[in-house]
């Protein structure tokens, strides 16, 4: 199965060589909220990728988890190249969509969304920001498979009519 960790550190390899983020150099890549990362002595570096997770869940034998991406990076006063800021960061999008679901992460297990809608953003502050945000789900197989447990105590295996039991030893019996 492919962690939250692996995502992330997928996500930040794209984001390092991706020649507008990173340039085979440490990329502007975080998850959450990028301004609660930096200090306020330290400024944002532009173009920026940054990921929120939303959730995590089951649906059978998929583990999926959602996240929003953003691409952000600087307009100029007035928001006078605000349409080519979108464009550029709607472009990284895509790359990355193109990425996660052209690259065969652990052995092609990882999927991503191939349906995705991109919202253009503009956010006025200290840093007057425009870009993209999109949801991506990564969906992984997930087995249901209680010999990946790590227990702590001993267990025996039963078979009875009913099917193969693991039996904890305080009892408790487990369904395989």
């Given at each position: 199965?492919?962690?939250?960790?692996?995502?992330?550190?997928?996500?930040?390899?794209?984001?390092?060589?991706?020649?507008?983020?990173g340039?085979?150099?440490?990329?502007?890549?975080?998850?959450g909220d990028?301004?609660?990362?930096v200090s306020?002595?330290?400024d944002?570096?532009?173009?920026?990728?940054?990921a929120?997770?939303?959730d995590a869940?089951?649906?059978?034998?998929?583990?999926?988890?959602s996240?929003?991406?953003?691409v952000?990076?600087?307009?100029?006063?007035?928001?006078i190249?605000?349409?080519?800021?979108?464009?550029?960061c709607?472009?990284?999008g895509?790359d990355f969509?193109t990425?996660f679901?052209?690259?065969?992460?652990d052995?092609?297990?990882?999927?991503?969304?191939?349906?995705?809608?991109?919202d253009f953003?503009?956010?006025?502050?200290?840093d007057e920001?425009?870009?993209?945000?999109?949801?991506?789900?990564?969906?992984?197989?997930?087995?249901?498979?209680?010999?990946?447990?790590?227990?702590?105590?001993?267990?025996?295996?039963?078979?009875?009519?009913?099917?193969?039991?693991?039996?904890t030893?305080?009892g408790l019996?487990?369904?395989l």
């Open positions: 199965m492919i962690t939250l960790n692996n995502l992330i550190s997928y996500q930040r390899d794209f984001a390092n060589r991706h020649s507008q983020l340039n085979g150099n440490e990329g502007h890549y975080f998850v990028p301004w609660d990362e306020g002595a330290q944002v570096k532009y173009p920026l990728l940054f929120v997770v939303e869940r089951l649906n059978g034998t998929e583990h999926v988890t996240m929003t991406v953003y952000v990076d600087k307009v100029l006063k007035g928001l190249n605000e349409k080519e800021v979108w464009s550029d709607e472009q990284i895509l969509v990425y679901q052209q690259t065969k992460f052995k092609g297990l990882l999927k991503i969304n191939t349906n995705v809608s991109f953003v503009t956010e006025l502050g200290d920001i425009g870009g993209v945000k999109f949801k991506v789900d990564f969906r992984t197989p997930y087995e249901w498979d209680l010999c990946s447990i790590p227990f702590a105590v001993q267990l025996d295996y039963l078979l009875d009519d009913t099917g193969v039991f693991l039996t030893d305080d019996k487990l369904l």
